[in-house]
């Protein structure tokens, strides 16, 4: 099975927490169990520094041009690999939406304004990435507001997209609260369904909302009762994650 993990935050690259944590060990659990091939991709933000991580760009699938609210940005893809075990990770980098010291806030602890578009912007940048690749994920795990769009963006955007038939959504919010709501302006020139779900939604309700599956972390407590969630404990994300994967991928066996 072909898994791929899209995420704000990944470790070490970015501050240790739950969520970076669990994209940091889930896909090597899972590639280390010998039945799963695996891709990440997270955001190349300016506080991630190129040399210490040894990032280089992959020529082949840069250059993209992504439209968010009416204007176009150029996408560079990179790549670096997690120290000591044999997973790269992909990095989108854009320097009107990433190359800022802060993730989701600057220095000063202000929430950038932006933050839907970026969400958006990411997740389209993603999918164009994986399709350049032609590789077809049975299963996409996003994770955060960053990777909240990925289940809608599939569901509309990318429908008829061939690679993506097959491909099911897992979600896992953060719980971080990115005070981004969808605007108007944020989806025009997007054929991304109907503009009343999503304007005025922030990315995670949309990403919990959309998706085939929902896997809450530990540091959430208020979990409904049908939904499942990663426990403390590393040892148990892989089976948490796998149960979970085989329900959605049954829905098209």
């Known amino acids: 099975m072909r898994a791929l993990f899209v995420s704000g935050e990944v470790a070490p690259f970015t501050k240790e927490n739950d969520i970076s944590r669990i994209v940091r060990m889930l896909p090597e659990q899972l590639h280390e169990s010998g039945e799963y091939e695996i891709r990440i991709m997270m955001p190349r933000y300016g506080i ?4 210490r991580n040894k990032l280089h760009e992959v020529i082949r699938l840069s250059g993209t041009e992504i439209n968010v609210g009416g204007e176009k940005q150029t996408l560079k ?13 992909y990095f989108m980098d854009n320097v009107h939406f990433f190359k800022r010291k802060g993730i989701l806030q600057d220095r000063d602890g202000k929430v950038f304004e932006d933050n839907a578009e970026r969400s ?8 164009e990435t994986i399709r350049n690749l032609g590789w077809n994920p049975d299963i996409v795990h996003s994770f955060g507001w960053a990777g909240a769009m990925i289940p809608t963006l599939l569901d509309t955007v ?8 097959n491909s099911r959504t897992v979600f896992t919010p953060d719980g971080l609260e990115a005070h981004a709501d969808f605007t108007a302006n944020t989806i025009s020139g997007i054929s991304i369904g109907d503009p009343g779900l999503i304007v005025g939604k922030t990315p995670t309700e949309i990403g919990v909302s959309t998706a085939d599956g929902v896997i809450f972390p ?28 085989e329900q959605v991928a049954a829905v098209i066996a």
């Open 77 to 89: 893809v990179k790549v670096a690999s997690i120290p000591g075990i044999r997973l790269q990770v």
């Open 120 to 127: 958006l912007y990411f997740g389209r940048a993603v999918l």
């Open 48 to 51: 991630i520094s190129e040399r």
């Open 218 to 245: 530990a540091h959430i407590s208020d979990v409904p009762a049908d939904h499942a969630s990663f426990d403390p404990e590393p040892e148990t994300w892989l089976g948490t994650a796998t149960e979970i994967y």
């Open 158 to 165: 990318y429908k008829e997209e061939p690679l993506f038939q």
